[in-house]
């Protein structure tokens, strides 16, 4: 009997220090994940996907958890697959602004983002001088900030050629932002960070109340 009961005994104590290192693990994540951040780059590929050669008036985009709409009032913005003589063509689909249209885009699930960088170019070897493009953004609590970008004007003789461009720091903690519809320009490759989203407080605390139990539980058997 005395042999069961130590066998038991030590059985628990295995239990119960796996339990514990479990819960401690969970809780580590849960820390972790607090910090942590991703990024997000839109490449404007679909689905559905925009044929190479073609060019279509769209009023919705959706793509890698970032919905893209027009702004309210304007016509809707257009999806270009390249491949089409006189216009940017890095290979892949884009979207270009129209005369009174262009998006504004956020995040499905309603949290706050920061602009990291995109490709810009002009519209066309017709409209290819460098143009400033006004991108507006809007925080949860009713800030409104702006950022500016200034096409390169680089032309490579056929079309205009697209470029890198970062935003700035400050144009941050958006839930939402609106392409100014005055200049044409064509957008590809928009990155943004987002933050992984916080685990409860007093999720936290519960798990730590859950560990002092289990140790306390241990240090008496």
């Given amino acids: 009997m005395k042999s069961f009961s130590n066998h038991r005994a030590g059985a628990s104590r295995d239990i119960d220090s796996s339990w514990i290192a479990t819960a401690i693990g969970a809780l580590l994540l849960s820390v972790c994940a607090a910090s942590a951040q991703g990024t997000i780059t839109v490449t404007f590929d679909g689905p559905p996907i925009q044929p190479p050669g073609s060019q279509y008036l ?43 249209g262009s998006p504004m885009f956020g995040l499905v699930d309603g949290s706050s983002f920061d602009p990291v960088s995109v490709d810009m170019a002009e519209y066309s070897d017709v409209v290819r001088d460098p143009e400033t493009v006004h991108f507006v953004g809007y925080r949860a609590d009713g800030t409104v900030l702006t950022d500016d970008i200034t096409t390169a004007g680089s032309f490579n003789g056929v079309a205009p050629v697209f470029q890198t461009f970062t935003f700035s720091p400050a144009f941050s903690g958006l839930t939402r932002v ?44």
């Fill in 178 to 221: 609106q392409i100014s519809p005055v200049v044409p320009w064509s957008l590809d490759n928009l990155t943004l960070r987002h933050s992984v989203p916080e685990p409860a407080t007093g999720s936290l605390l519960g798990v730590a109340a859950i560990l002092l139990i289990g140790i306390r539980r241990l240090r008496r058997k």
């Fill in 58 to 100: 769209v009023q919705q985009y959706y793509e890698s958890g970032v919905w893209f709409l027009p702004i309210p009032g304007t016509d809707g913005f257009v999806r270009n697959g390249g491949g089409i003589t006189g216009y940017p063509d890095d290979g892949t689909a884009y979207v270009q602004s129209i005369q009174g």
